[in-house]
T-cell receptor
Framework: KAGVTQTPRYLIKTRGQQVTLSCSPI?????VSWYQQTPGQGLQFLFE???????NKGNFPGRFSGRQFSNSRSEMNVSTLELGDSALYLC?????????????FGPGTRLLVL | GDSVTQMEGPVTLSEEAFLTINCTYT??????LFWYVQYPGEGLQLLLK?????DKGSNKGFEATYRKETTSFHLEKGSVQVSDSAVYFC????????????FGSGTQLTVLP
């Protein structure tokens, strides 16, 4: 089975712009979660989508949004970029149910905001 | 809220040395516990997991035992290799919400030949 794929792998933007990142989960996985990784804050949960619905959201401003399509692919969008949004954005899809649930991560999209 | 505390790094060991990376947690429910590894320039890879007290997760020579009485999930390996050099993250999920992981700060491991 192919793993979680994320595109693009690298991105450079300037302050004030917006960006869209894409994630394709492992085939058959319906849940997609997004995380931000920075040296200062570590790994922080952004949001989770299941069957095209956002089910959980972390403590991030409204500039961060996402969506999920009927084929389970997900996108996240960051509007009005700030320098502090520079980070590695990781997507994960979930297998199993209940206590057996396990997240599998993609390689990430590294965003640099100048 | 839920939290994970990991041993401060970085950790530097010689090849074939014994490794322990400490991890303790605070959770309101009965969490599942995970260790993930991140190699330079890559995403996170699941190393091992345990879903209930006294479970032992193991993979590639790494082991961790879910200790409810000490709220710990320490990672161990008997003989590290240079290829084990990476950042290791301890994480938890409260039952039924593994889609929202809470991570520790990560421990950088460097193994010297």
């Amino acid at each position: 089975k192919a793993g979680v794929t994320q595109t693009p792998r690298y991105l450079i933007k300037t302050r004030g712009q917006q960006v869209t990142l894409s994630c394709s989960p492992i085939s058959g996985h319906r849940s997609v979660s997004w995380y931000q990784q920075t040296p200062g804050q570590g790994l922080q949960f952004l949001f989770e989508y299941f069957s095209e619905t956002q089910r959980n959201k972390g403590n991030f401003p409204g500039r961060f949004s996402g969506r999920q399509f009927s084929n389970s692919r997900s996108e996240m969008n960051v509007s009005t970029l700030e320098l502090g949004d520079s980070a590695l954005y990781l997507c994960a899809s979930t297998s199993g149910g209940g206590s057996q649930e396990t997240q599998y991560f993609g390689p990430g999209t590294r965003l640099l905001v100048l | 809220g839920d939290s994970v505390t990991q041993m401060e790094g970085p950790v530097t060991l010689s090849e074939e040395a014994f490794l322990t990376i400490n991890c303790t947690y605070t959770a309101t429910g009965y969490p599942s516990l995970f260790w993930y590894v991140q190699y330079p320039g890559e995403g996170l890879q699941l190393l091992l997991k345990a879903t209930k007290a006294d479970d032992k997760g193991s993979n590639k020579g790494f082991e961790a035992t879910y200790r409810k009485e000490t709220t710990s999930f320490h990672l161990e390996k008997g003989s590290v290799q240079v290829s084990d050099s990476a950042v290791y993250f301890c994480a938890l999920s409260v039952s039924g919400s593994a889609r929202q992981l809470t991570f520790g700060s990560g421990t950088q491991l460097t193994v010297l030949p």
